[in-house]
């Protein structure tokens, strides 16, 4: 299976929600099926159907984790050599000159991105237009409502 690219942030943050999965939720589910059981007839026994619901999210939510872990290459950008060009972790001021504004994106694995936030994938095309790229470059993001120019700022290996 192909290596996941993950930030050493996005690896934490999977890897606490794995922990609250196992060692949290699925014993409070447990709980939950077995006081559930404890009612009696388990055909109308709403608890206990959704209790078990719950406890198939969250085993398929620790596996899809797990998964990811295992295959993830985690990259730490402060440990890169910091010569000025955008890749994978680094976060990117970009100037838009049609709407006048700074924008600044960290481009960051598929399942950390969050654009309110200001991370993006590194498969989007705002991120495949950086990669690459040095300061004072232009990126040309080819999107489906046209072509849109940014020029790169500032390149931040934080």
Not at 41 to 54: G, S
Not at 77 to 104: A, H, P, S
Not at 128 to 148: S, W, Y
């Amino acid at each position: 299976m192909n290596k996941i690219p993950l930030t050493k942030a996005g690896a934490d943050k999977l890897d606490s929600e794995l922990r609250e999965l196992k060692s949290v939720r699925r014993p409070k589910v447990i709980q939950a099926i077995a006081e559930a059981r404890a009612h009696g007839d388990l055909k109308e026994n709403a608890e206990y159907h959704a209790a078990r619901e719950e406890q198939g999210f969250i085993e398929a939510r620790i596996k899809d984790i797990g998964g990811k872990l295992s295959n993830a290459q985690i990259i730490d950008v402060t440990t890169l050599k910091d010569d000025g060009r955008v890749v994978f972790g680094t976060t990117v001021v970009l100037y838009d000159e049609e709407q006048d504004k700074e924008i600044t994106y960290q481009i960051v694995g598929e399942d950390e991105a969050d654009i309110k936030a200001g991370k993006i994938s590194y498969t989007s095309p705002v991120a495949m237009a950086m990669i690459g790229k040095e300061v004072d470059d232009v990126a040309l993001v080819r999107a489906p409502n046209g072509e849109k120019e940014y020029e790169i700022v500032e390149v931040k290996y934080i």
